[in-house]
């Protein structure tokens, strides 16, 4: 089947064995329906922006008219005048449809490629090269022209970005108010409800929130809540933010509640600590391997007692 065939059925000037010929066609496979519901979108399309800027048209129309009025008079040449008529409109409405879906992706709003990550860390490279690295449970969509427009959303969980250099188009990632921004540099964006915490390993990485502004260097960090009224970095204490990268849990003198938590993440564990045991620290790197191999070393590195209740596990103090 033909497009010019069915553009004259769109056009409403084929005639009844054309139509039954176009029907047949349409019935006889999915992937054909799906042909012509394109082609019939490009064409609405093009008619809406052909709508916007009538007047040519419409005089370009008022001549065709009275064209194909005189043509009807011409005898013998009249069949092979209208035919060619047919053809005319076919391209016209060709170049107007082209025309439109040009328009229509380069004026309609954003759109983007969501990539997702349940129950599993992804890596995925973005079309300027950049590599992203997605813990589990995350949920981040970049721009359909990213080459061009390198904007990205981060909607939840943890992302680790390696960004190509491109000074002629800044990484910016979303976060609801929040607004990261780079040229070439490595980072992590943790983004759990209202807390986001964004800590940087290599290059400069700019912050937005409001009117506030500031930027991050190696190795420094900024945490933002819901409470959150002015931007304050602080230094970063820990690797806890790549655990689910390297597959390595670090820290020097990390407070035992913040292990705890990264723990249960990781593991999707249920460890509680009594309050006594809340602050001890402990300076460490665990291979992510056992959890109980973990827990093990941490209660004889601090001397605690560890019990168990059902799925939850208690840490507490042997004193």
């Given at each position: 089947m033909t497009d010019e065939l069915l553009i004259k059925v769109l056009l409403k000037e084929s005639t009844i064995e054309e139509n039954e010929k176009v029907e047949k066609w349409l019935n006889a496979a999915e992937a054909n329906k799906k042909h012509f519901t394109q082609l019939e979108t490009i064409w609405q399309v093009s008619n809406t922006l052909k709508n916007e800027n009538k007047r040519d048209e419409e005089q370009a129309w008022t001549s065709f008219k009275a064209r194909r009025a005189d043509l009807k008079q011409e005898g013998d040449n009249s069949k092979r005048l209208i035919t060619s008529k047919v053809w005319l409109r076919i391209a016209a409405v060709l170049f107007i449809a082209v025309g439109g879906w040009i328009a229509y992706n380069l004026y309609s709003p954003e759109s983007y490629t969501e990539l997702t990550a349940t129950y599993q860390v992804r890596t995925e490279a973005l079309p300027d090269g950049s590599a992203l690295t997605l813990n589990k449970n995350t949920k981040i969509s970049y721009a359909a022209n990213f080459k061009n427009n390198r904007k990205l959303k981060l909607e939840r969980g943890d992302v680790f970005f390696d960004v190509a250099k491109d000074k002629t188009h800044p990484f910016v990632i979303d976060i609801e108010k929040i607004s990261v921004e780079v040229v070439g540099t490595s980072f992590n964006i943790k983004h759990i409800k209202k807390d986001t915490e964004i800590n940087v390993e290599t290059g400069i990485v700019k912050v937005r929130l409001g009117n506030d502004e500031i930027k991050l260097y190696k190795g420094e960090k900024i945490h933002i809540d819901g409470n959150t009224q002015k931007l304050v970095k602080e230094q970063s204490t820990d690797q806890l933010y790549n655990?689910?990268?390297?597959?390595?849990?670090?820290?020097?003198?990390?407070?035992?509640?913040?292990?705890?938590?990264?723990?249960?993440?990781?593991?999707?564990?249920?460890?509680?600590?009594?309050?006594?045991?809340?602050?001890?620290?402990?300076?460490?790197?665990?291979?992510?391997?056992?959890?109980?191999?973990?827990?093990?070393?941490?209660?004889?590195?601090l001397n605690l007692n560890l019990t168990r209740n059902g799925n939850i596990i208690l840490l507490s103090d042997k004193k």
């Open positions: 655990y689910y990268r390297t597959r390595l849990i670090q820290g020097n003198n990390l407070p035992l509640w913040k292990l705890v938590n990264t723990l249960n993440e990781a593991y999707g564990s249920k460890i509680k600590l009594d309050d006594k045991v809340r602050d001890l620290t402990i300076t460490t790197t665990f291979k992510m391997g056992s959890l109980n191999d973990i827990l093990i070393v941490t209660c004889e590195t």
